[in-house]
């Protein structure tokens, strides 16, 4: 491993596939996709757009599931090996730190991260039925404390850093609208206390013509002696539709609102059968990677045409090695 990842964690089972014979991708899928089926659960209808984490001896995670009423709700889970998952029949329950923050109306699109002492959960929430970043907190994965939302309405996508930095926390975000948002940039905010957010700075705006009409943050960045490394997503709007596909980027380590690297094009786009056809076809949507920091391994479990969950797989150096000679900036 030529780059350094930096405050990593070891994870010798990490699920891992070798790169197919003859395949010159940077990121390739894993064989046995999709990893987590639609009917996963006998309440679902699908399961995607999730994230997951190291925790203890193996993984816990956080995941989108729509019932068979079209509620769309979070459950939690556990895997021994990232693969295999035991999914709760029943949505996550929050237990609110003010009684005056709202009751949960629906979830979608979690992203989980360890800081400190705690794993926090931020997702798109709603208020007043209108989506923000909604905010919470777990030890164990089974008890979750929901504090305060990040924004007013409209946001998605935040997604926070696994670390201060500048002595603030920061979360990536989309201002958005109440729709399926035809636009969409990039923007970054700092918070003291994970309640009061400021100091929003622009980070990037679609861009390439796959990424034309809007894009978004995906999983939590990796931070790495080059810079964070963050998949993002990317919006083309097609004659049928939008199609997302996904890239990367490398922000600078003390102002991430820097862009040091970022893709000319995709790394992933939809082209498989569970990936084109769903629920939402043609959809490509990272929320997760976990990343080796021994071997600079990395498994990124993305959403596939908004249906089920699909797991795919490279590493920091194939990544940054790309964005070297194929960057936009």
């Known amino acids: 491993m030529k780059v350094k990842v930096i405050e990593g964690v070891s994870i010798p089972i990490l699920p891992w596939q070798e790169r197919p014979a003859g395949c010159q991708d940077i990121v390739w ?5 999709p ?20 925790y203890e001896d193996g993984f816990a995670g956080v995941f989108r599931v729509d019932d068979k009423a079209r509620n769309m709700e979070l459950h ?18 929050f237990q609110k730190t003010d009684p005056e923050i709202q009751d949960f109306q629906y979830g979608y699109d979690p992203r989980v991260v360890r ?3 705690r794993y926090y959960v931020t997702w798109c929430n709603a208020y007043g039925w209108k989506p923000t970043i909604g905010i919470a907190y777990t030890y164990d994965f ?10 007013l309405p409209f946001n998605r996508n935040g997604v926070l850093f696994p670390r201060r930095i500048g002595g603030n926390y920061m979360m990536l975000n989309r201002p958005s609208d109440n729709g399926h ?9 700092q918070s003291p206390d994970l309640i009061y957010w400021g100091k929003h700075r622009h980070v990037m705006s679609p861009s390439m013509p796959w990424e034309s009409t809007k894009i978004g943050a995906g999983p939590v960045p990796i931070e790495t002696e080059r810079g964070w490394l963050l998949f993002y997503h990317g919006v083309l709007t097609s004659c049928n539709g939008y199609v997302y596909s996904f890239s990367a980027a490398l922000l600078d380590r003390d102002e991430p609102w820097k862009v040091l690297r970022r893709g000319k094009e995709y790394l992933i786009s939809p082209q498989t059968s569970y990936e084109c056809v769903g629920d939402v076809p043609n959809v490509t949507f990272p929320c997760a990677n976990l990343v080796d920091a021994d071997t600079g391994r ?9 249906t089920c969950t699909g797991l795919c797989f490279t590493t920091v150096d194939d990544v940054i090695d790309w964005l070297d000679t194929h960057s936009q900036v």
């Open 181 to 189: 948002t035809p636009f969409g940039d990039i923007y970054i905010s």
């Open 76 to 93: 939690a889970g556990f895997s021994g090996d990232g693969l295999h998952w035991d999914i709760s029949e029943e949505r996550i329950v």
């Open 115 to 117: 800081i400190e002492d």
């Open 142 to 151: 089974q008890k979750f404390y929901q504090t305060e939302n990040a924004f």
């Open 35 to 54: 990893v987590i089926r639609r009917d996963h659960l006998k309440m679902s209808n699908s399961i995607f757009n999730s994230a997951v984490v190291p």
């Open 298 to 306: 990395i498994a990124i479990y993305y959403g596939c045409a908004d």
């Open 29 to 33: 899928r894993y064989s046995e996709n």
